[in-house]
């Protein structure tokens, strides 16, 4: 192993040894069973902890500085890092308000942090040079992820009426993602390629979602945006229907769109998109009609379809 190292990443290969010890030992130390479908989040306390990723971080520093004068070997170093940018930026997106986010809180405000996004620019960017092809195996390409992740760090907070308003389901989503918390739609946070984090999904099923923005709001539009990942048995609802209220209890219908065709080759994420000139809005319903099964041309073809719901946003 040493050999291999010192050869293909020179001056560098003793640090990146370093970090693959640390690593190694950190999870070992933690008892954690690794599983491939997880997120790095939910080891965000253990081994990818703040302190540890901090160390490996160092680590990664002094092995690029070892390699800067050898262009080739840098890149090298470079792509050995983006497995530890890839945890820290999707730590940062489950905890996009908290210390390792990509936004502080500041009296009231949301103001993002740049080097949060530096690291997203860097990773990318190493991505592209690189010549790295998926991310994973369902095919998610760096320029995909690249780009809903731009999306997700696009908090929806300033002059969003939805912002931490209270939404309720019928039926409710699946507990097993995002814990079935309606208040992920609603948390100004859109969601990126990951069905795992900040959406909520309902399998092969209607369902309707309905928001109260109180008795002072007075919008206009409103959205909401669902998820395409077909290895997943995620698609896009066949319709979703979009109505008003003043009291809660009489809706007026507004608006239907409806998501032609198979689906063969969705886009990752859909918006379903509405407006009025209708005065004292206050209550918002959605009925989401899914298409609760997979398509012939699937490979599990008449199974249970999932339609994945992330943030309501209304001006």
Avoid at 203 to 221: K, M, Q, V, W, Y
Wanted: aromatic share 12%; glycine share 10%; proline share 5%.
């Amino acid at each position: 192993m040493t050999e291999f190292l010192d050869g293909y990443y020179g001056a560098a290969g003793s640090w990146i040894g370093e970090y693959i010890g640390a690593l190694e030992e950190a999870l070992a130390r933690s008892g954690a069973r690794l599983d491939i479908y997880e997120p790095p989040s939910v080891h965000a306390e253990t081994f990818l902890g703040r302190e540890k990723v901090l160390a490996y971080t160092a680590l990664f520093d002094q092995a690029e500085a070892a390699a800067a004068r050898d262009p080739a070997v840098l890149e090298r170093v470079k792509t050995a890092r983006l497995p530890l940018q890839y945890a820290m930026i999707e730590i940062g997106k489950s905890d996009m308000f908290g210390p390792l986010g990509f936004y502080v809180e500041r009296g009231g405000r949301f103001e993002p942090r740049p080097e949060m996004k530096r690291l997203l620019e860097d990773f990318y960017a190493t991505c592209v040079r690189n010549g790295v092809r998926t991310l994973n195996e369902s095919g998610l390409t760096p320029k995909d992820y690249y780009q809903t992740a731009l999306r997700f760090i696009d908090v929806q907070v300033e002059g969003n009426l939805a912002f931490r308003k209270p939404a309720t389901a019928n039926p409710l989503p699946a507990v097993k993602y995002g814990h079935g918390n309606l208040a992920l739609l609603t948390d100004g946070v859109r969601g990126a390629n990951d069905f795992k984090v900040h959406w909520l999904g309902w399998e092969a099923i209607d369902f309707d979602l309905t928001l109260d923005l109180g008795p002072t709001s007075a919008p206009h539009e409103v959205s909401l945006s669902t998820l395409y990942d077909p290895r997943s048995w995620i698609l896009h609802p066949r319709k979703v229907i979009c109505s008003v209220s003043t009291d809660g209890a009489r809706f007026q219908e507004i608006g239907s769109l409806t998501v032609e065709g198979d689906q063969r080759n969705g886009e990752v994420i859909r918006t379903f998109a509405y407006s009025w000139t209708l005065p004292n809005v206050r209550f918002i319903k959605f009925h989401v009609e899914g298409t609760k099964q997979l398509p012939n041309w699937h490979a599990s073809a008449g199974g249970g379809s999932w339609v994945f719901i992330d943030e309501i946003i209304a001006r």
